[in-house]
């Protein structure tokens, strides 16, 4: 089946602060958008990737290329207002309707070859794969005046990506209306009537957002650097 991927890169980062957008930050030399890019080419080099930058950053994103020398083969897509409409045009750009899809965060660049390859082997077999872990503290649900109610830990999870699809269904879920509780892809996916399927996910598959997402970036990618030598 072809193997396609969209990562999409269309934030802002606001809770970065700054002036250069999260997924251009440099990670151990390279902005952290290539070590994303780099994590899918390794897993296969015929798979058809597919960016989905912001339309003012086109020529900055070439620019950084050119200066990094940077020659994983990837198609460029103009974003959304939102990720939603990212996501959508994402997939409006993939010429094929058959095959499988992973859709990733541009600023997860430790998803990794096993939980990539993961998601596209559950999703050959049930339709989709929803990378996922296991929550390590204690939760409790907010109530309306102002008190909280505890609850059991174990029936949630937190939800990552990559989200893995069949192509044709997911393109399918994305041709409704964007509606307020589309949170990710799973959710859209899920409003359109199939169930989702959860498959574990990696702890260290986090997603920079804050200044101390990206110190502890630094610290993922050394101890990976160190450990596989």
Same mark, same amino acid.
């Given at each position: 089946?072809? !193997?396609?991927?969209? $990562?999409?890169?269309?934030?802002?980062?606001?809770?970065?602060?700054?002036? +250069?957008?999260?997924?251009?930050?440099?990670?151990?030399?390279?902005?952290?958008?290539?070590?994303?890019?780099?994590?899918?080419?390794?897993?296969?080099?015929? $798979?058809?990737?597919?960016?989905?930058?912001?339309?003012?950053?086109?020529?900055?994103?070439?620019?950084?290329?050119?200066?990094?020398?940077?020659?994983?083969?990837?198609?460029?897509?103009?974003?959304?207002?939102?990720?939603?409409?990212?996501?959508?045009?994402?997939?409006?750009?993939?010429?094929?309707?058959?095959?499988?899809?992973? +859709?990733?965060?541009?600023?997860?660049?430790?998803?990794?070859?096993?939980?990539?390859?993961?998601?596209?082997?559950?999703?050959?077999?049930?339709?989709?794969? $929803?990378?996922?872990?296991?929550? =390590?503290?204690? +939760?409790? =649900?907010?109530?309306?005046?102002?008190?909280?109610?505890?609850?059991?830990?174990?029936?949630?999870?937190?939800?990552?990506?990559?989200?893995?699809?069949?192509?044709? =269904?997911?393109?399918?879920?994305?041709?409704?209306?964007?509606?307020?509780?589309?949170?990710?892809?799973?959710?859209?996916?899920?409003?359109?009537?199939?169930?989702?399927?959860?498959?574990?996910?990696?702890?260290?598959?986090? !997603? $920079?957002?804050?200044?101390?997402?990206?110190?502890?970036?630094?610290?993922?990618?050394? =101890?990976?650097?160190?450990?596989?030598?």
């Amino acid at each position: 089946m072809r !193997k396609h991927a969209i $990562i999409v890169a269309g934030g802002t980062g606001t809770r970065m602060g700054g002036s +250069i957008r999260k997924q251009y930050l440099p990670l151990a030399g390279l902005p952290v958008l290539m070590h994303t890019l780099h994590s899918f080419y390794r897993y296969s080099e015929d $798979i058809n990737l597919v960016l989905v930058l912001p339309a003012v950053d086109m020529d900055y994103w070439q620019n950084l290329c050119t200066t990094h020398g940077f020659s994983v083969p990837h198609i460029l897509v103009s974003g959304g207002s939102t990720r939603f409409q990212s996501v959508r045009n994402g997939l409006n750009s993939i010429s094929f309707n058959d095959g499988l899809v992973a +859709i990733h965060d541009g600023v997860r660049p430790f998803a990794g070859q096993e939980l990539i390859a993961a998601g596209f082997e559950e999703a050959a077999l049930v339709g989709n794969a $929803i990378a996922a872990v296991p929550l =390590k503290d204690s +939760i409790r =649900k907010l109530g309306t005046a102002g008190g909280s109610v505890s609850c059991e830990r174990e029936y949630f999870r937190l939800v990552q990506t990559p989200q893995t699809f069949l192509l044709s =269904k997911i393109r399918q879920a994305y041709e409704v209306t964007e509606q307020p509780h589309f949170t990710d892809d799973a959710s859209v996916y899920e409003h359109g009537g199939w169930p989702v399927h959860l498959i574990a996910g990696n702890p260290a598959n986090i !997603k $920079i957002t804050t200044p101390e997402d990206m110190e502890y970036a630094d610290f993922l990618f050394r =101890k990976y650097q160190t450990t596989t030598g």
